[in-house]
């Protein structure tokens, strides 16, 4: 299974996962969607998802493994699961290997959006 990052276009974690991106980027497991963000630079979770968790930055996914593993697996709708972090300057690969991690037991994709992306 694979993670869709979506992230507001041109903001400081779109050119962090364009420039330098993660191993997991790199290699096709996690693919990235530049949004149009508003005047703001923020964009808005997708309306076909169905949010399991909300954190306020990328950190917490490292801290909360557990938690992100269960919210992706007990996601009961047939739409996507998605993760929301509400903002973000880059975007690591231990955090992404977290939600990686979830969407493989989960055999699911899993959504990552990024709301804003500190321009």
């Known amino acids: ?5 979506q992230v507001p276009a041109g903001s400081l974690v779109d050119r962090q996962l364009r420039e330098d991106p993660p ?5 096709g497991r996690a693919v990235t969607e530049q949004v149009p963000a ?3 630079g923020r ?4 309306e076909g998802g169905n ?6 930055s990328p ?3 490292r801290r909360e493994p557990e938690q992100v593993r269960r919210e992706v697996l007990e996601a009961g709708s047939d739409a996507p699961p998605v993760v ?4 973000a300057e880059e975007i690591r690969e231990d955090e992404l290997a977290v939600v990686l991690q979830a969407a493989d037991e989960a055999k699911r994709t899993v ?3 990024v709301l804003l992306g500190t321009s």
């Open 38 to 40: 508003d005047t703001e």
């Open 59 to 61: 950190e917490s996914l």
């Open 84 to 87: 929301v972090l509400e903002v």
């Open 1 to 5: 299974m694979s993670v869709i990052i």
């Open 51 to 56: 949010v399991v968790l909300s954190f306020l």
């Open 111 to 113: 959504l990552l959006c």
């Open 23 to 27: 191993p997991s980027v790199t290699s």
């Open 43 to 46: 964009i808005v979770p997708p």
